[in-house]
């Protein structure tokens, strides 16, 4: 059974940082694409990166790029966002999600949320 579960979420202030972490367990991380996601009440699921199965390919939204950085590690099985100069507009629930982006099906966690406000 996949299990994802997101923490390192929070209230930010415009142009400070957070990490989210996403611990992984119920499949063999490694050999899985990994992304992270967004969500604003209303809207739908919002890709923002993913990160090939060994961490050798990566990519953004537009709206993100420059601005964070996904990471994982394969030892201990968890997915990394880092994100910088946060803006208001980043203020949504970030979930992880097994594999490439899947917004219908795709398996993830309950997501944490992420505030950015002065």
Same mark, same amino acid.
Not at 79 to 102: I, S, V
């Given at each position: 059974q996949v299990l994802l579960v997101e923490s390192g979420g929070g209230l930010a202030q415009p142009g400070g940082s957070l990490r989210l972490s996403c611990a992984a367990s119920g499949f063999t991380f490694r050999d899985y694409p990994m992304t992270w996601a967004r969500q604003v009440p209303g809207k739908g699921l919002e890709w923002v990166s993913s990160v090939a199965s060994l961490g050798e390919l990566t990519s953004y939204a537009d709206s993100v790029k420059g601005r964070f950085t996904i990471s994982r590690? /394969? $030892?201990? /099985?968890? !997915?990394? +966002?880092?994100? /910088? &100069? +946060? #803006?208001?507009?980043?203020?949504? !629930? $970030? $979930?992880? #999600? #097994? %594999?490439?982006?899947?917004?219908?099906? %795709?398996? &993830? =966690? #309950? =997501?944490?949320?992420?505030t950015v406000s002065s």
């Open positions: 590690d /394969n $030892y201990q /099985n968890i !997915l990394f +966002l880092q994100m /910088n &100069r +946060l #803006q208001p507009d980043d203020t949504a !629930l $970030y $979930y992880c #999600q #097994q %594999g490439w982006f899947d917004p219908e099906t %795709g398996s &993830r =966690g #309950q =997501g944490t949320q992420v």
